[in-house]
């Protein structure tokens, strides 16, 4: 079995990036009475693969987009069918109080499970150019997000986004990033509803313009990693930002850097992969 693990200590929590080919893990009573790590709560965000886990009596099915939990002070089976990877978070089981977590499935289409998702592949992209201060706070944010999913709850209606008005306007926000009028005043008219139905959609999200600018910034952190060779102001153009001061300032407030130091960042790295591989040929 292939199979391939970076992992960084941050304080009160563990972050990794994972690889794995097909497996079989079995995290049983003869491991837990071993294991020095029963204290503790696994987060997997599944990006790639498909997966089936045994938590006590439950089995579920996980798919690419899913956030799974684990306790570790109890019995855990998994069974991966094809090449998986995944962003863990090991974290005390006090984070998160007395909430029943073991096997907790976060559904990939759910809107809080999005947004976490969302997070965590954003705390990984910049995490080697943060400062201690900017770490501390991703921490934070990290913790309050799955604290606000597991308060939050999830019921039926929440997996047919088709049948959801807030759904709805999540994916129309998604699609119309690009256009400078995107706001509180176009989704009312789109959507036929008043300013405060509106509201109180986003209400739990931080409102309805956090939530259109925290997409925009993370589009942009995408592009600035994955588009090397393009030129950072037409990409913070590409998603409706008019002031290129105003993105900076709420860039920096976002992830504690500037576009700028996160281009230099993944640059500095792709290059360092280029010499790491030429030097093995």
């Not at 929590?13 to 020095?36: C, F, K, N, P, V």
């Not at 770490?135 to 959801?164: H, N, W, Y």
């Amino acid at each position: 079995m292939d199979a391939s693990i970076v992992a960084y200590r941050l304080g009160e929590i563990m972050l990794a990036q994972s690889a794995s080919g097909m497996a079989h893990y079995l995290r049983d009573q003869h491991t837990i009475a071993h294991s020095h790590f029963n204290d503790c709560l696994f987060m997997r965000l599944l990006l790639q693969g498909r997966l089936r886990g045994r938590f006590g009596d439950e089995q579920v099915d996980i798919k690419r987009g899913d956030i799974y939990l684990t306790d570790m002070a109890q019995v855990s089976e998994l069974w991966l069918a094809e090449d998986c990877r995944h962003i863990s978070v090991m974290l005390p089981r006090s984070r998160v109080d007395d909430m029943a977590v073991h096997g907790k499935l976060l559904h990939g289409e759910w809107l809080p499970c999005r947004m976490l998702r969302e997070h965590l592949i954003a705390f990984v992209e910049v995490l080697r150019d943060c400062s201690d201060d900017t770490v501390t706070e991703m921490i934070k944010a990290t913790l309050e997000l799955l604290r606000f999913c597991l308060r939050t709850g999830e019921t039926s209606s929440d997996r047919q986004p088709a049948e959801d008005a807030r759904e709805r306007i999540v994916r129309y926000i998604d699609q119309h990033l690009a256009d400078g009028n995107l706001g509180a005043l176009r989704l009312q008219q789109v959507f036929g509803i008043s300013r405060a139905q509106l509201y109180r959609q986003f209400a739990e999200l931080g409102g309805v313009k956090h939530y259109i600018l925290n997409k925009r910034l993370q589009a942009v952190l995408h592009d600035l990693c994955h588009e090397p060779h393009q030129n950072i102001v037409t990409i913070i153009g590409r998603y409706g930002f008019s002031s290129e001061r105003q993105f900076q300032r709420a860039f920096r407030g976002r992830f504690g850097m500037t576009a700028s130091q996160v281009r230099a960042g993944w640059q500095y790295k792709a290059e360092a992969d280029d010499v790491d591989g030429g030097s093995e040929e």
